[in-house]
């Protein structure tokens, strides 16, 4: 009995090999079949572009018709290419796990494409002129950077992967303050495609970069869930922390990046994403439950049914999220598909154990009335007219009309399942899905025909619905290895707190230290820059040039840009009477002008600009006037100030903002105005 009550109506069954040659090369293969597709689409988009500029600009009759025609030939094609990439999005078999022959199949996402870009001649020249430093000698940091992100584009599918990605994410920021200024574009731009339209989306600033790269995490942990072997406990765990770990990233990437110009990343797709990774979580969680088999016993079926009752509960809600336009429009059919049958699945598993507890027991001297009582009022949210639970539990024959009538709802949902699996041609591709579709029907025939009566082929009975409860839910988790410790690539600049793309100081100066009386005429304050303080406006250093509030970054010819009080006063204090030279800047008042607007090419959408802007603060800073007076010496105040020493480091802010008509009807393809300006 315990194997005829196993959740998928199968025998569980080994595989031979671990295909996992097959996985990696099929995988891959598929990632390059998208890429491609994705540049046929920009193509294409690019023709049209211009065709529609023509068709603009041309007062011919006759070029008019041949421009329309061939617009007609490109809609055409983008429309084919459309659908080949859906299809690309519905191979969920290149990412199942070999040895899955007893478990209805996942769905991973596939990671967006993007192309390469070239940091090389934007970084050094803005070296070169906004540092003052050499360009050249941060080759290697900069080879270093392009070769993270190039590696982004491939991860492997495992946790090095998914650290792979956070290791590129944790530099962003880093990059970001280094290199990208509210008011001074970069030159470059970042491309990335829409990982359902395939349609690009370019940007000039970090924040596509850095919201696909999250994406790409959660995809990257929806495929570790799909590949996962769920036919053993320890695959199924990992299956299950995967895909809460998906959706964790996901709603994380909600949270942070609300205005993104790729409808992939829109609040609307993102939570039907989120609500897609957790139902297939809580089915991970279910079919744990069920692993070892389900014990035949009244209480123990009553369960079960719940538990599947939850899971179909969340696959029509995701079901339902993915039918509301414009989503529908963007996501594959398969993938609505596979959730209407699984919908429709599992409430047919949750009435068959129901019927199975009804029919197969009954209640006995040694059974425990009461609880099995409140067991089945547990299970019903509502019962026919006239019947109570105990009514159906100590009357034999109301006990059999209702297990009959949750078995005539069980064959009726596995009719439906196997109907809608015959409609989508992506689904009749999986034959394992089939194989678990026509046994659970079978099963489900097999207790009818134990129980048939044709005397009672006249009962109406309707089976009520079932109440979804489940004893292990499945949430959200956001990974640890979202955040992880980088050393910055460019940490030779300087601290962030002064030296970035942000702030604007003068060229370094030499300044002549003499020591008078081993006083040089200044104290110093801070961690890292030092800053210079209490000048004594006679002394030497002042007469050459040295300013209050100025930050050393070199002593002689060792740079101090990292360097403490402490550090710099070891050496400082043993400048003899020829004295020693050491290099400053001076910062300079930051008056921005207006903030730029970047134009965004987002394809499948209308033109929209993103902000590039960062905060700014706008309060009046008043210059505080110093008392001059005569130090003492040299090294009796940086022993005196040692504990006036302040911090001066802070990480600078970013406040990114726009707007996205997202409530707005998409169109399948975009018109070419908001193209032509992006390229423009």
């Known amino acids: 009995m315990t194997d005829a009550l196993l959740p998928n109506g199968l025998k569980s069954g080994g595989g031979g090999g671990d295909g996992s040659y097959f996985r990696k090369t099929g995988r891959s293969k598929l990632q390059n079949k998208r890429a491609t597709v994705n540049q046929q689409i920009i193509k294409q988009m690019r023709i049209r572009a211009g065709a529609e500029n023509l068709l603009k600009a041309s007062s011919n009759n006759k070029v008019k018709d041949m421009v329309l025609l061939e617009l007609s030939y490109v809609n055409s094609n983008l429309q084919l290419l459309m659908g080949e990439l859906e299809g690309l999005n519905s191979s969920v078999d290149v990412y199942q796990n070999a040895q899955e022959t007893t478990n209805i199949p996942v769905i991973a996402l596939g990671l967006k494409e993007t192309k390469e870009v070239d940091f090389s001649t934007a970084f050094k020249d803005l070296i070169r002129d906004h540092y003052n430093e050499n360009g050249n000698s941060f080759e290697d940091q900069i080879a270093d950077l392009m070769d993270l992100r190039q590696a982004c584009r ?135 439950t069920a ?145 678990i579709l026509k046994a659970s029907h079978m099963r489900t025939l097999e207790k009818y025909n134990e129980y048939e009566d044709e005397e009672e082929f006249a009962d109406y009975t309707e089976a009520p619905d079932i109440v979804s409860k489940t004893e292990h839910k499945a949430e959200m988790e956001v990974p640890a290895a979202v955040k992880v410790k980088v050393i910055d690539f460019f940490q030779r600049l300087g601290p962030l707190s002064v030296f970035s793309a942000r702030q604007r100081w003068t060229a370094p100066r030499t300044v002549q230290l003499v020591p008078q009386d081993r006083d040089l005429g200044f104290t110093l304050k801070g961690e890292s820059p030092v800053q210079v303080v209490s000048l004594d406006p006679l002394c030497p250093a002042a007469a050459d040039g040295l300013k209050e509030g100025d930050y050393l970054v070199a002593v ?70 110093h008392k001059v007076s005569k130090k003492s010496s040299f090294l009796s105040w940086g022993l005196k100030n040692k504990l006036k020493s302040a911090s001066t480091l802070s990480l600078p802010t970013t406040d990114q903002s726009g707007t996205m008509p997202w409530n707005k009807p998409c169109r399948t393809f975009p018109s070419s105005s908001s193209y032509n300006e992006s390229l423009s």
Not at 231 to 237: E, F, H, N, P, R
Not at 584 to 593: E, I, K, L, T
């Open 556 to 625: 002689g010819d060792t740079d101090c840009k990292w360097m403490s009080v402490g550090e710099v006063m070891r050496l400082l204090k043993d400048v003899d009477e020829e004295g020693i030279t050491i290099q400053v800047v001076s910062m300079m008042d930051s008056n921005p002008s207006v903030p730029t607007k970047s134009a965004t090419f987002s394809g499948n959408l209308p033109k929209t600009y993103s902000m590039i802007c960062l905060a700014y603060d706008d309060k009046d800073k008043n210059s505080k006037s």
């Open 154 to 288: 491939t991860p492997s599918r495992n946790e090095s992967g998914v650290e792979l990605l956070a290791k590129y994410s944790n530099h962003l920021p880093l990059v970001e303050s280094r290199f990208f200024a509210p008011n001074r574009p970069t030159g470059i731009f970042f491309t990335w495609y829409d990982s359902f339209t395939g349609v690009p989306v370019c940007q000039q600033n970090l924040s596509l970069e850095k919201a696909s790269i999250l994406f790409n995490m959660a995809a990257l942990y929806s495929q570790i869930g799909t590949r996962s072997n769920r036919q053993t406990a320890v695959g199924l765990d990992e299956a299950i922390s995967s895909f809460e770990k998906a959706a964790g990233i996901l709603n994380l990437l909600k949270e942070t990046y609300t205005h993104i110009p790729s409808y992939d990343m829109s609040p609307a797709m993102l939570s039907m994403l989120i609500r897609l990774m957790i139902a297939q979580a809580q089915e991970c969680l279910f079919e744990k």
């Open 291 to 435: 692993l070892p088999g389900v014990r035949n016993h009244f209480s123990s079926l009553m369960k079960m049914a719940q538990e599947a009752a939850k899971v179909s509960e969340i696959y029509d809600q995701v079901h339902q999220s993915m039918i509301q336009t414009p989503i529908k429009d963007n996501v594959p059919t398969f993938w609505s598909t596979m959730s209407q049958v699984k919908t429709n699945h599992y409430r047919s598993m949750a009435h068959y154990f129901v019927a199975s507890a009804l029919l197969d027991h009954e209640l006995g001297p040694s059974d425990d009335e009461d609880q099995q009582e409140k067991t089945l009022s547990q299970v019903y949210d509502q019962l026919p007219d006239k019947c109570s639970p105990l009514d159906i539990l100590k009357r034999k024959d109301e006990r059999s009309r209702m297990g009959k009538a949750h078995i005539r709802r069980a064959i009726t949902g596995h009719e439906e399942a196997l109907r809608i699996y015959s409609l989508c041609p992506n689904l009749t591709k999986l034959d394992a899905l089939q194989d």
